[in-house]
């Protein structure tokens, strides 16, 4: 097996995934990007995903390239052009975990931690009232259903 791979910068390295992974393909693909992990020596492994199509097979693939990349101190981002594929990784609550991004420039801000301007800050004017930093706002406990998974819940009671 033989994958694409190619250096964005010193510090990026990008593998390209361009056929769907199944269980005839599955471990030569995860030996391959493995392999590229230590010889290249990136802070950075972009796996671009060419494929609309990702099989639960990939995103256990993605989960364990990710796993052995944090092991080495590298950063792993991941490129899905296809909308399918965004939806897939969505629906399966991958985007954080795999810093999901459209568009290759995109995975590069997101593997150095950079999030994505909202369209409100790009659109604001300088002459804008700006929000009051965090440390002045008033603190705000967790968020969601599963924020507090301490306390048990039963159906009925708050």
Same mark, same amino acid.
């Given at each position: 097996m033989f994958l694409l791979s190619y250096h964005l910068d010193a510090a990026h390295l990008v593998v390209e995934l361009g056929e769907t992974v199944d269980l005839d393909n599955e471990t030569a693909i995860e030996r391959e990007i493995t392999r590229l992990l230590p010889c290249c020596g990136p802070r950075a492994v972009i796996v671009h995903v060419r494929t609309p199509l990702l099989t639960p097979r990939a995103l256990g693939l993605l989960l364990r390239v990710r796993g052995r990349s944090r092991e080495r101190g590298v950063s792993l981002a991941v490129v899905a052009g296809h909308e399918t594929a965004r939806q897939v &990784? %969505?629906? #399966?609550? &991958?985007?954080? !975990? &795999? $810093? !999901?991004?459209?568009? &290759?420039? %995109?995975a590069e801000?997101?593997?150095?931690?950079?999030?994505? =301007?909202? =369209?409100?800050? $790009?659109?604001?004017? *300088?002459?804008?009232?700006? /929000? #009051?930093? +965090?440390?002045?706002? #008033? *603190?705000? %406990?967790? +968020? %969601? *259903?599963?924020?507090?998974?301490?306390?048990? /819940?039963?159906?009925? =009671?708050?």
């Open positions: &990784l %969505g629906a #399966a609550g &991958l985007n954080r !975990v &795999l $810093r !999901v991004a459209s568009t &290759l420039p %995109g801000s997101r593997s150095r931690g950079c999030r994505p =301007e909202t =369209e409100a800050s $790009r659109s604001r004017n *300088p002459g804008d009232r700006q /929000r #009051a930093p +965090l440390s002045a706002r #008033a *603190p705000r %406990g967790p +968020l %969601g *259903p599963y924020s507090d998974a301490s306390r048990p /819940r039963f159906p009925g =009671e708050r």
